[in-house]
């Protein structure tokens, strides 16, 4: 390797670790541990219960097409009658929290309880806030919902299924003043948008009780057998934005090229067989666009461009198709360089 390439690949690789910082979710836990361990092994803290029915992993774990956590080692069975855990993340106070995770219902009731909820690091037993219900009709149909302590719960319709995987995101928006914070919700169930939709499923709401004074904890939460469900859920990302929480890319790399800078895009992102890159620059100007892994391993140069668009399929310099996961494309010209970050996802 010249002098010149062992400096690039350097700036490239100072550029990507950069770029994660700060694309970093608050929380993320793939539950990627053995089956049947206690999650009090993996970090997780009993604060009810302590070891009566304790949270285990569970035998696999939850796919969802296009989301950051999908497929990523097994899960958690959260049922009823037993302990409660929490994990505690780095806090936030201000601004908006955005919870995604997989759920999985196998088991729910007329009454419904929660199952999840979030607090504060350390968790603080009366600061049980936004939490996430799960409840059925007579005809077997499910509903979920989000309240703020005991209060207000809001529900969807009864238009979801057992034994079926959702993409849930829970979202919480701090407001200056007392009981004012806005709660929303989101289910999926195909599909991950790359912005947030404009309607959420429940929401926006502002139950009446006091507000968190910050969120630092996500917990697993197993109420009565009469009344709570039974559920797998996976996958929980936490992140103040939209895009760190659901894809783990930033949303300024959707943003549209500022006109007086070089800039590149690309769309879809995630993609799963093409996506298209383009660049405000005159093609001509173009001296390399190159993919590279999260490593900084070169995976891929792309043909010259002819116009200031040109598509990637996926494929590395064997035409071999590379594996799902975070890439980096590098727009190398006369006017300087520039790189996006890319989500691959199949
Ligand atoms: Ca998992
Ligand atoms: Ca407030």
Redesign the pocket.
Known sequence: MSNKNMIQKACLLIAVLVTIAFAQPLFVENFDYPSNNVLTNYGWTAHSGAGTNSIRVYLYGLVYAGYAGSNIGLSAKVDTAGEDINKTFTTTNSGTVYTAFMLNVQKAMLNGDYCFHLSTSPLNSYEYGSRFHVKRNAAGDIAFGLGKKHLDTAFTTFSYALNTTYLVVLKYE????????VLSMFVFSSGVPATEPTTPTVGPNTPAGA?FPHIGSAILRQGTAANAPRVIIDGIRIATSWSVALTGIEESSALPPASNRLALSVNPNPFRDFTNISFNVNPQSVEQIRIYDVTGNLVQTLAKPSSNQIVWNGRNASNDLVAPGIYFITLETNKGNTTAKIMLSR
């Open positions: 701090f407001v200056a003043g007392d009981s004012n914070d507000d």
